[in-house]
C-alpha cells in the first residue's frame, strides 16, 4: 500500500477563496507530482517536482503554485479559487533510480476534489 | 490528435469473458509503456508494464506493437472486481515527468 496522503479529500468553496491541497508522502520520494483529472478524462501534469527547492508547471497551465521545502511535503496553492478550478487534483510520487529511464509506476494519493462555487 | 488514444467504451462483459483493449501512441520514439487501473472515484494505481516481447501476469497479457504503434491489454475469465477503468500510459523520453495518460476505457464485467 502506497504511503502517500492527500487533504481535503473534499472542498467546496466560493469564487475568490485561497486554499491549498495539502500532499505528504513517507516513502522519501524525490520526485513529486501534481495531476488534474476531470470526469472521464485523461490526467494532465500541472506541476512536479525533482527534490527539494526543485518545482517546475507541467504540460496544463494552471493558476496554481507549488512548493517543496521538505522532500515528504508539496502543497498545491490557488490564491483565488474560480469556477474553473473546479476538478479533482491528483498528487503523486515516484523513486528516482539511478541509471533507469524505465520510470513508470507513479504512486497517487486518493485525490482531492475541488468545487468552486 | 491526442498524443495517447483509446477506446472509452463502456465495455460491457459476462463475468468469465475475454476482453481486449487497444491504445495507440503517436509519438515513435516513445520508450516505455504502461497500463494503470483506475477504480470509480479512486487514484489510478499501476496495473502493468508492456515490454517489448509481451508480457503476462496471471490472467492478464499486455503487447506492444512498435511498427503499428499500439499496445494491448487481455483479461481473461473476467471476474467482477475487473470492473474499472483502464488507462494506457506512454512515457515518451523515459523521464517520469513525460509520462502521457490516455482517457482511459471503461470496463464493466457483469454477474
Known amino acids: 500500500e502506497a504511503d502517500i496522503y492527500q487533504t481535503p479529500r473534499y472542498l467546496v468553496i466560493g469564487t475568490g477563496k485561497k486554499i491549498t491541497l495539502e500532499c505528504s508522502q513517507t516513502?522519501?520520494?524525490?520526485?513529486m507530482y501534481w495531476y488534474q483529472q476531470d470526469p472521464g478524462m485523461e490526467l494532465h501534469l500541472i506541476h512536479y517536482?525533482?527534490?527539494?527547492?526543485?518545482?517546475e508547471k507541467g504540460d496544463l497551465s494552471s493558476e496554481s503554485t507549488v512548493s517543496r521545502i521538505r522532500t515528504e511535503h508539496f502543497p498545491l496553492t490557488l490564491e483565488s479559487a474560480r469556477p474553473s478550478h473546479t476538478s479533482q487534483y491528483l498528487c503523486?510520487?515516484?523513486?528516482?533510480?539511478?541509471?533507469?529511464?524505465?520510470?513508470?509506476?507513479?504512486?497517487f494519493g486518493e485525490g482531492s476534489r475541488l468545487t468552486v462555487l | 490528435r491526442k498524443e495517447v488514444e483509446q477506446d472509452p467504451g463502456p465495455f460491457n462483459v459476462p463475468e468469465g469473458a475475454t476482453v481486449a483493449f487497444n491504445c495507440t501512441y503517436s509519438?515513435?520514439?516513445?520508450?516505455?509503456f504502461f497500463w494503470y487501473r483506475q477504480d470509480c472515484r479512486k487514484e489510478p494505481k499501476l496495473l502493468m508494464s508492456?515490454?517489448?516481447s509481451g508480457n503476462e501476469d496471471g490472467r492478464f497479457t499486455a503487447q506492444l506493437n512498435r511498427a503499428s504503434q499500439y499496445i494491448s491489454l487481455l483479461i481473461r475469465d473476467s471476474k467482477l472486481s475487473d470492473s474499472a477503468t483502464y488507462l494506457c500510459?506512454?512515457?515518451?523520453?523515459?523521464?517520469?515527468?513525460?509520462?502521457?495518460f490516455g482517457s482511459g476505457t471503461q470496463l464493466t464485467v457483469l454477474p
Open positions: 503523486a510520487s515516484s523513486e528516482s533510480p539511478r541509471g533507469s529511464a524505465n520510470t513508470g509506476e507513479l504512486f
Open positions: 516513502m522519501g520520494h524525490d520526485k
Open positions: 517536482s525533482y527534490g527539494v527547492n526543485s518545482t
Open positions: 509519438n515513435s520514439a516513445s520508450q516505455s
Open positions: 508492456v515490454y517489448s
Open positions: 500510459v506512454v512515457n515518451p523520453r523515459g523521464s517520469a515527468r513525460q509520462l502521457t
